[in-house]
């Protein structure tokens, strides 16, 4: 993962009805759900539906597989704990940092260092 990836993912779910449609994936588990029931669960048209989830997908966040005459659509889960971890990676890094710059500097003071 890299910043333009996390930043065009972080981006389009910027978008409470993007996000909204994610959640609800999120939430389908890995059985993912029918186009028709998620289009029935966001109260959407088909086309606007449509157009929210090829951003979602072309970002990598969704996917759609063909189950005979429906179009599935899945949360792609690899991708958003990647994202996750991208963003907590660093969690309290400079906290730490700071934390050991200001020991350093007492010992040095006090003569220890």
Do not use: W
Not at 5 to 15: N, P, T, V
Not at 23 to 43: H, T
């Amino acid at each position: 993962m890299n910043i333009e990836i996390a930043s065009s993912q972080l981006e389009a779910l910027g978008s409470p009805t993007r996000f909204g449609i994610f959640r609800i994936l999120v939430r389908a588990g890995n059985s993912g759900l029918a186009v028709g029931q998620l289009q029935k669960r966001v109260g959407m048209p088909g086309s606007t539906l449509s157009h929210h989830l090829k951003r979602l997908i072309d970002i990598g966040l969704v996917r759609q597989e063909r189950a005979g005459t429906s179009l599935i659509c899945h949360a792609e889960y690899p991708a958003m704990e990647a994202l996750l971890e991208f963003l907590t990676a660093e969690c309290c890094a400079d906290e730490y940092r700071q934390a050991d710059t200001s020991s350093t500097q007492a010992a040095s003071t006090a003569g220890l260092a």
